[in-house]
């Protein structure tokens, strides 16, 4: 099984700043199947990211998507009010299996 | 739009059971896999369950296998979970979940969730 960790585990920045948040994967994640997900308080989670680097419909374009094999990273170029939150990787393996990193919260500083 | 009611939550003594429902509309849930995900609260996001489209196929988490069956009525638009023997450690928020691509051998990401049902586990 494939065990996704991210880091940090808490990201304090001010409204408008870059926010960078790291993926990894204990093997490579085949053909990119690796996706971001938004989480605020009492909501279910939000897909933003699928496919590694694809928006998912709705998503502004603050949010990018990159990375390949066991390094994945999630951007927000301009963070808004509404983005501070916990953020989720998740991948598919083989057999099939999904699993979900542990999470970053995104704090106001 | 794209809707999912979870329902069928509740508490439960430990080796109890329970069937979760999920209710869909704003898709045509006939063409898409769907999953059931947990979540401990105030914890991580835990991937329980997947059915094919055409409930040809079945897999799970190893930690419920032989204890939780995932199913569907698609004349109905519904999506079931049934638990049994469940244990202090399966209290969760469980959220049904739509695959993103449809008709899909095994679906690959989550596209919408449903706001989920509680279900707890205590004697």
């Known amino acids: 099984e494939i065990v996704l960790t991210q880091s940090p585990g808490t990201l304090s920045l001010s409204p408008g700043e870059r926010a960078t948040l790291s993926c990894r994967a204990s093997?490579?994640?085949?053909?990119?199947?690796l996706a971001w997900y938004q989480q605020k308080p009492g909501q279910a989670p939000r897909l933003l990211i699928y496919g590694a680097s694809r928006r998912a419909t709705g998503i502004p374009d603050r949010f990018s998507g990159s990375g390949s094999g066991t390094d994945f990273t999630l951007t927000i170029s301009r963070l808004e009010p509404e983005d501070f939150a916990v953020y989720y990787c998740?991948?598919?393996?083989?057999?099939?299996?999904?699993?979900f990193g542990q999470g970053t919260k995104v704090e106001i500083k | 739009q794209v809707q999912l009611v979870e329902s069928g939550g509740g508490v439960v003594q430990p080796g109890g059971s329970l069937r979760l429902s999920c209710a869909a509309s704003g898709f045509t849930f006939s063409s898409y896999g769907m999953h059931w995900v947990r979540q401990d609260p105030g914890k991580g996001l835990e991937w329980v369950a997947f059915?094919?489209?055409?409930?040809?196929?079945?897999y799970y988490t190893d930690s419920v296998k032989g204890r939780f069956t995932i199913s569907r009525d698609n004349s109905k638009n519904t999506l079931y979970l049934q638990i049994n023997s469940l244990r202090a450690e399966d209290t969760a928020v469980y959220y049904c979940?739509?695959?993103?691509?449809?008709?899909?051998?095994?679906?690959?990401?989550?596209?919408?969730w449903g706001q989920g049902t509680l279900v707890t586990v205590s004697s």
């Open positions: 059915i094919r489209y055409d409930g040809s196929n079945k």
């Open positions: 093997q490579s994640v085949r053909s990119s199947y």
């Open positions: 979940a739509k695959d993103l691509s449809a008709q899909a051998a095994a679906g690959f990401y989550f596209d919408y």
């Open positions: 998740q991948q598919y393996g083989s057999s099939p299996q999904w699993t």
